[in-house]
């Protein structure tokens, strides 16, 4: 620790010994520095917030806001594009010097690095401009840097707004074109396909249609075969009523028997209608039968059965139906056999079928895809044409700067009068050690490694002191100046800066 407090003893009396070279130094320093900063111009910064309402009623409902963020995101990336800057440029006061090609192609540059567009949300962007000319005053910077602001903020609207309806027409002539030449192609396959189904219309849709007309008829060979095992089994059953059922029926004295036959053919009746044995109907006609034929059991003679009538014309009836059905399924299996026979003897017509159907597909696909797109832009077209489905509202105004954004002048220059100060004292110390003098007795000892017996104080004559005693007052008259041009520099720059407020 001590050694640090001799190095810092030393440094100030190597200083103050070289008081003269710390000052000279200082002025030489600070005056460079000076006069560099004061070659700096000054850039005025200018910045506008614009938020964009994207929300609309009509364009959502009719569903042809597309892509209105994405279209807003592309303005907003090129707008500080070189096309954009040179209309910036050409449209305020950055524009009036340049006169070649090679010149705006510099400006345009050049501003290209002091504007910025920012996106701070999804719909609020803030536009940023720096200016700052040496050839222009600060009031002139302020202003022009507003004006970019202004224009960038005017060139941003158009392009939303006025730029779209312009796209819109654009859009619209190109889809009518392509409407006529597919048109033209769809009207070719509709007669290409009119020949073809003509000439084969058992091909009519292709190898697809005959693989659905083969599969419909399978299903329907199923539903008839159901059908015929139904009818089968109902005639089965209506055969074995048949055998069980006597043809006459015996006619008793005293007229039991025709009461006895009329039973029967009730009977007969409800069996027929596919009543079962267990219902109460049957079951309360067959104990009336019971009881009639007991009591004409001894009767001669007979008459016809007409339960037996009755169920022999069922019968009659379920053969032709099962011979219809068969005569159906026979039918049905005739068909899938000739598609089948298409199918496999005629390949090469049925591949070109499936081609011409398929091609003629996709055409009419894209025909409708072009026209319901043609019609949603003209529909966009004439929305955007009485009313723009973006809003812009201007949050906060270009503003008038009222400080330099850059440089921090009177930082600077109170920088540069530090490095000044300190550049003299680092010279004054270089110099002390270049001539290898001693500052305290300690550092004498130290570098010569012997004891220092004592020091020996200096002693000045009446004239040498008086001597000294003006250089102190003209070193302190110099140091004063240096000071006094600091504060002038700052007092200079704030009233500078008042001036453009």
């Given at each position: 620790?001590?050694?640090?407090?001799?190095e810092?003893?030393a440094?100030?009396w190597?200083?103050?010994?070289?008081?003269?070279?710390?000052?000279?130094v200082?002025w030489g320093v600070?005056?460079v520095?000076?006069?560099a900063?004061?070659?700096?111009p000054?850039?005025?910064?200018s910045?506008?917030r614009?938020?964009?309402?994207l929300?609309?009623?009509?364009?959502?409902?009719?569903k042809?806001?597309?892509?209105g963020k994405d279209?807003?995101?592309r303005?907003?990336k090129t707008?500080?594009?070189?096309v954009n800057?040179?209309?910036?440029?050409?449209?305020t006061d950055l524009?009036?010097?340049i006169?070649?090609?090679r010149q705006m192609d510099?400006?345009?540059?050049s501003?290209?690095?002091?504007v910025?567009?920012?996106s701070q949300?999804?719909?609020?962007?803030?536009i940023?401009?720096t200016?700052g000319?040496?050839s222009?005053?600060?009031?002139e910077?302020?202003?022009?840097?507003r004006?970019?602001?202004q224009?960038?903020?005017?060139i941003f609207?158009?392009?939303n707004?006025?730029?779209?309806r312009?796209?819109?027409?654009d859009t619209?002539?190109f889809?009518?074109q392509?409407?006529?030449?597919?048109k033209?192609e769809?009207?070719a396959?509709?007669?290409?396909?009119?020949?073809?189904?003509a000439?084969h219309p058992?091909?009519?849709?292709?190898?697809?249609a005959i693989?659905?007309?083969?599969?419909?008829t399978q299903?329907?060979?199923?539903g008839?075969d159901a059908?015929?095992a139904?009818?089968?089994?109902?005639?089965a059953?209506i055969?074995?009523?048949l055998?069980?059922?006597p043809?006459?029926?015996?006619?008793g004295g005293?007229?039991?028997?025709?009461a006895l036959?009329?039973?029967?053919?009730?009977?007969?009746?409800?069996?027929?209608?596919?009543?079962?044995?267990?219902?109460?109907d049957?079951i309360a006609?067959k104990?009336?039968?019971?009881?009639?034929a007991?009591?004409?059991?001894?009767a001669a003679g007979?008459?016809?059965?007409?339960?037996?009538?009755?169920?022999l014309?069922?019968?009659a009836?379920?053969?032709?139906?099962?011979q219809a059905?068969?005569?159906?399924?026979a039918a049905l299996q005739s068909e899938?056999?000739?598609?089948?026979a298409d199918?496999?003897t005629e390949p090469a017509?049925?591949?070109?079928?499936?081609?011409?159907?398929r091609d003629?597909?996709?055409l009419?696909?894209?025909y409708d895809?072009?026209?319901?797109n043609?019609?949603?832009?003209?529909?966009?077209?004439q929305v955007?044409?009485?009313r723009?489905s973006?809003?812009f509202?201007v949050?906060d105004?270009p503003?008038?700067?009222?400080k330099p954004?850059?440089?921090?002048?009177p930082?600077l220059l109170?920088a540069?009068l530090i490095i000044?100060i300190g550049?003299g004292?680092?010279?004054a110390?270089a110099?002390?050690q270049l001539?290898s003098?001693f500052a305290?007795?300690h550092g004498?000892?130290?570098?010569?490694?012997?004891?220092?017996v004592g020091t020996?104080?200096?002693?000045?004559?009446?004239?040498?002191r008086?001597?000294r005693?003006?250089?102190?007052k003209?070193?302190?008259?110099?140091?004063?100046?240096?000071?006094g041009?600091?504060?002038?520099l700052?007092a200079?720059?704030?009233l500078?800066r008042?001036m453009?407020a």
């Open positions: 620790m001590n050694e640090v407090f001799e810092l003893r440094l100030a190597s200083a103050w010994h070289r008081r003269w070279l710390v000052l000279a200082a600070c005056v520095g000076w006069l900063i004061a070659m700096i000054n850039k005025y910064e910045s506008a614009i938020y964009v309402q929300d609309d009623v009509l364009t959502d409902q009719l042809i806001a597309n892509g279209e807003i995101e303005v907003r707008l500080a594009g070189a800057l040179e209309k910036v440029i050409r449209g524009g009036k010097e006169t070649s090609q510099r400006a345009v540059q501003l290209s690095e002091d910025k567009v920012v949300e999804d719909n609020l962007f803030t940023t401009a200016v000319k040496g222009l005053s600060d009031a910077n302020a202003k022009l840097s004006d970019v602001v224009k960038l903020l005017d609207r158009e392009e707004i006025a730029g779209n312009g796209e819109v027409a619209i002539v889809l009518d392509q409407l006529d030449d597919r033209a769809l009207d396959a509709e007669q290409k396909m009119s020949r073809f189904e000439e058992e091909l009519i849709g292709g190898s697809s693989s659905g007309r083969i599969a419909a299903t329907e060979l199923r008839v059908d015929l139904a009818a089968q089994s109902s005639l059953a055969s074995g009523q055998a069980s059922t043809r006459t029926l015996a006619i005293d007229g039991g028997g025709s036959a009329q039973a029967q053919g009730q009977l007969a009746a409800m069996q027929a209608r596919g009543l079962t044995d267990s219902h109460p049957v006609i104990k009336q039968i019971s009881l009639l007991r009591a004409g059991g001894g007979g008459m016809p059965n007409p339960a037996y009538s009755s169920l014309a069922t019968k009836e379920r053969e032709a139906a099962v059905l068969l005569s159906r399924k899938m056999s000739r598609a089948m199918q496999s017509v049925s591949a070109e079928a499936t081609r011409i159907s003629y597909d996709v009419k696909k894209k895809d072009l026209l319901q043609r019609e949603e832009m003209r529909l966009r077209g955007e044409s009485e723009s973006f809003k509202d949050v105004p503003t008038m700067p009222r954004a850059s440089p921090n002048r930082l109170f540069v000044g550049a004292i680092g010279a110390f110099l002390g001539r003098t305290t007795a004498l000892e130290r570098a010569l490694d012997l004891p220092v020996i104080s200096e002693s000045l004559s009446d004239s040498a008086k001597l005693a003006k250089r102190m003209l070193f302190y008259a110099g140091s004063a100046s240096l000071a041009l600091f504060v002038v700052l200079t720059e704030f500078q008042g453009v």
